[in-house]
Each structure stands twice: as C-alpha cells, then as structure tokens.
C-alpha cells in the first residue's frame, strides 16, 4: 500500500524557516516525481515545487512565488521527501501537501499525503 | 487569480446531471493533460480523472472528463449527496514551467 505522510509543520515567525518532511512507502520513491502543493485556509489549491526522478535528473522546478526562498529535496535511499522553507512570509500559511506523481501520458498527482499545516504568524 | 478559469460553484439536484468547466490556454491546456481533483470537507484532494479522460481503479464511472482545445471539462451523472466536495483542474504550464490549477468549484447537491 502506498503511503505518503507529512511532518515539520508548526508555528514560525515571519522570516523564520521551516522544514517539512514526507516519509513515503509502498513504491520505488526513484521512479516518481514528488511535488508539494499547498492550500490556505479556505482557498484553493497552489503547487509549491517539483523533484523529479532519477532519470530526469532530479531536476526541481518552483512556483514564481517560493522561487529563492523554498527548496525541494529528496533521499532516496531513505524514502523521504523534503521540503526547506526559509524567509517565510504571511501568506505562506497554508497546509502543506506532500504528493506522490505518476506519469500516464501526462503527470498527474495519484497520492497525496494528509497535510500538514504550516502557520507564519508574530 | 488562477492560471485556469472554473466557475466557482455549480449546483443540481440528486440524480441529475452536473459539468464543470475548465479554460486555460495554449501553453497549459492546449499543450499537456488534464486531471481533475475532488476534494471533500476537511480532507485531503483525491485524483478522479487523468490524461484527459482516464479514471483511476476506484473512481466510479459516473465521473467523466473531456478535454478539446484549450479547455477541458469534468462530468458527474446520477448525482449524491456524497459528491458534494471542492472540484479542482489541474495541469502543466510549459511557459511558466509549473503546475497550473483551477481556482476550484464547489459542488452543491440540492
């Protein structure tokens, strides 16, 4: 079964930094992009970032918003995902998705985790 | 301001008919496929529909997707109660080099 769970959420101060993890199970975390995506409270859904797999590289791609200010990593080897959140700002309050990504003939977010919900607050 | 364009909400009654649109551009819709996303109260998003028109194992057959030009567009026949949830669109945006979503419509089930 797969299973995809978000940690490291909390309160921090505007500027602060945070770091989320996403520990995975049940597939092969090389073979998969992993993307996290967000939600503040009572808004839609945005996309935060990308690690691809191994044979694209690892390649990162960024929303133009956390571009500089959010990084996305992974170890494999370790099956954990994460996600480095530094010069935080108000508006990044939001839960933090951690999602696993399939490609079909696109890509397209097949497991998501719970959440975990990330509050920058003074 | 979201890069794809869903109407906010929709409504219908139990057992009719429902679609939900989603018009993007040629960079993001027009150029890659389309997934649709239901997510119910308080929980976390559930993929419905992939590649256009797929539907994961699981997923009931009363949930359709359509895709043509640079919009694409969620079917739901046989309507419940239960399918009242947030409904977002989704895809790749090759001029932004990012995932683009709808700005989400709320399903009401009357």
């Known amino acids: 079964e797969v299973q995809v769970v978000e940690s490291g959420g909390g309160l921090v101060q505007p500027g602060g930094s945070l770091r989320l993890s996403c520990s995975v199970s049940g597939f092969t975390l090389s073979d998969h992009y992993m993307d996290w995506v967000r939600q503040a409270p009572g808004k839609g859904l945005e996309w935060v970032g990308r690690t691809r797999n191994k044979p694209k590289g690892y390649t990162t791609d960024y929303a133009a918003s956390v571009k500089g200010r959010f990084t996305v990593s992974r170890d494999d080897s370790k099956t954990l995902v994460h996600l480095q959140m530094n010069g935080l700002k108000t508006e990044d309050t939001a839960v933090y998705y951690c999602?696993?990504?399939?490609?079909?003939?696109?890509?397209?977010?097949?497991?998501w985790g719970q959440g975990t919900l990330v509050t920058v607050s003074s | 301001q979201s890069v794809l364009t869903q109407p906010p909400s929709v409504s219908a009654a139990p057992g009719q008919r429902v679609t939900i649109s989603c018009s993007g551009s040629?960079?993001?819709?027009?150029?890659?496929?389309v997934s649709w996303y239901q997510q119910l109260p308080g929980t976390a998003p559930k993929v419905l529909i992939y590649d256009n028109n797929k539907r994961p194992s699981g997923i009931p057959d009363r949930f359709s997707g359509s895709k043509s030009g640079t919009s694409a567009t969620l079917g739901i026949t046989g309507l419940q109660t239960g399918d009242e949830a947030d409904y977002y669109c989704g895809t790749w945006d090759s001029s932004l080099s990012a995932v683009v979503f709808g700005g989400g419509t709320t399903l009401t089930v009357l």
């Open positions: 999602i696993r990504v399939t490609a079909g003939a696109g890509h397209y977010f097949d497991n």
């Open positions: 040629s960079s993001n819709i027009g150029n890659d496929y």
